[in-house]
């Protein structure tokens, strides 16, 4: 159970290490914003960034209007609304 809590804890690490890299700092702020009111809406983000990420698609920084357009297309597969 040890060697499990250290494995999620190494991913987490990861998880923020590659979000800084590809997000701006106005972003970066949003996606804090969202983990705030819909956490679960923030992880699925942080899933599909890493996903990008991994695959080789992300070329430049996301920014804040990038981050905008992802959340709309996660949004119509679920109920809720971004306030602009």
Same mark, same amino acid.
């Given at each position: 159970?040890n060697?499990?809590?250290?494995? #999620?804890?190494? *991913?987490e690490i990861?998880?923020?290490?590659?979000?800084?890299?590809?997000? @701006?700092? %106005?972003?970066t702020?949003?996606?804090?914003?969202i983990?705030?009111v819909?956490?679960?809406?923030a992880?699925?983000?942080? #899933?599909?960034? *890493?996903?990008?990420?991994?695959?080789?698609?992300?070329g430049?920084m996301? @920014?804040d %209007?990038?981050l905008k357009?992802?959340?709309?297309?996660i949004a119509?597969?679920?109920?809720f609304?971004?306030l602009?």
């Amino acid at each position: 159970m040890n060697e499990e809590a250290e494995q #999620l804890q190494q *991913m987490e690490i990861m998880k923020k290490a590659v979000l800084k890299k590809v997000l @701006t700092k %106005e972003a970066t702020e949003r996606l804090g914003r969202i983990r705030l009111v819909k956490p679960e809406i923030a992880n699925q983000l942080e #899933l599909y960034l *890493m996903q990008l990420y991994q695959s080789g698609k992300i070329g430049a920084m996301i @920014t804040d %209007e990038q981050l905008k357009t992802i959340l709309e297309q996660i949004a119509t597969k679920q109920k809720f609304r971004i306030l602009k």
